[in-house]
């Protein structure tokens, strides 16, 4: 598994525990995806430019350090990436905001794209792509693609549970792109769910199971 970066921190490990757990209703669902993507979100971040500047203080000067270099874009895949914007934008209130919205087929499983709008200037910045489920990984990596066929050089995936089938997808198909998680789970079922998972991530968001 390349480029992969499963956070081990024990408050990430300790919610996704919680978001696990069959009897967690939808309200705290929706609360612990947004902390774990908050939280998951400042290692993401980690190698974002600094520059030095001069601040004045109230009782002296200070060279201190600033975010500078390409802007930042986070671009959730719907309908279930829509639970972790909340949580990237407390530490990124600056960061546009894209949607790409991918369904997988139920009989293929392959991703079948419905629905798109990116910020203007998305080449330019450095883009996030959000998506709490990676299972085969064919959404992710068709959303990744269509990125790159809009000019952005620099993706990251951040999903909160992955399966090692969509860890080797995007690694065979997008082998730049970095992967962050909190868990790794070793299968799919038949029907492409990841086991042992937590289910539906967008039912259980949105209380439609």
């Given at each position: 598994m390349d480029n992969v970066f499963v956070m081990d921190h024990p408050l990430i490990q300790h919610k996704l525990s919680?978001?696990?757990?069959?009897?967690?209703?939808?309200?705290?669902?929706?609360?612990?995806?947004?902390?774990?993507?908050?939280?998951?979100?400042?290692?993401?971040?980690?190698?974002?430019?600094?520059?030095?500047?001069?601040i004045e203080t109230p009782v002296g000067v200070a060279r201190t350090k600033v975010l500078s270099g390409k802007k930042m874009g986070i671009v959730p895949i719907l309908r279930a990436g829509l639970g972790m914007v909340d949580g990237m934008l407390k530490l990124l209130p600056m960061a546009r905001v894209g949607h790409i919205g991918l369904y997988r087929n139920p009989d293929t499983l392959e991703p079948v794209n419905y629905y798109c709008k990116l910020p203007f200037d998305v080449a330019e910045r450095d883009i996030v792509v959000l998506d709490p489920m990676l299972a085969t990984g064919g959404s992710a990596s068709a959303a990744i693609s269509y990125l790159k066929e809009k000019g952005v050089a620099h993706i990251k995936l951040m999903c909160l549970i992955a399966s090692k089938d969509g860890i080797k997808k995007i690694n065979e198909d997008h082998p730049d792109v970095s992967i962050y998680c909190a868990a790794v789970d070793e299968k799919l079922d038949s029907h492409g769910y990841i086991l042992p998972g937590l289910g539906d991530a967008g039912d259980r968001l949105f209380g439609t199971k």
């Open positions: 919680l978001l696990r757990d069959k009897n967690t209703q939808t309200k705290e669902f929706r609360e612990l995806v947004s902390e774990i993507s908050m939280l998951m979100g400042y290692e993401v971040t980690r190698n974002m430019s600094l520059k030095e500047v001069e």
